[in-house]
């Protein structure tokens, strides 16, 4: 019977110990992150994607729009570096490149481009 209990117990302990050592973009951390638009336009299109990816995928605000003022939140997929844009209603875009989303809790667009913080 203990034999058993150690054939069943090994599997889980191998399992742990393999994630103790995974790469740091692999552990949890909390991703989520307001989006604050201290600027005088309104913001058409929001992105946020791993830095990892050629390129942007997904505007964020979907068919939203946010008037200056306001703020929304969101939350990455996974802990790693990522690049951020917003598209503002005249079409002028600000980027931020590689951003340690663990480590920040907002992201603020001003006259002057976007900053996180």
């Known amino acids: 019977m203990l034999r058993r209990l150690a054939l069943a117990i090994a599997p889980a302990a191998a399992l742990l110990a393999a994630s ?3 790469p740091a973009h692999a552990q949890r951390c909390d991703t989520r992150f ?3 638009n201290q600027s005088s ?3 058409n ?3 946020f994607d791993r ?3 050629p390129d942007f995928t997904r505007d964020e605000l979907g068919q939203n729009v946010l ?6 939140r969101f939350a990455a997929m996974y802990s ?4 951020i844009r ?5 079409g002028r875009r600000f980027d931020l490149y590689r951003i340690n989303i663990c480590s920040i809790t907002r992201v603020v667009l001003t006259d002057q481009g976007l900053s996180a913080k």
């Open 51 to 53: 830095s990892s990816r």
């Open 20 to 22: 103790a050592l995974a």
């Open 41 to 43: 336009r309104t913001v």
């Open 86 to 90: 917003a598209v503002l209603d005249n």
């Open 45 to 47: 299109e929001f992105y």
């Open 80 to 83: 790693e570096p990522y690049d």
């Open 67 to 72: 008037p200056p003022g306001r703020q929304m």
């Open 34 to 36: 307001d989006f604050v």
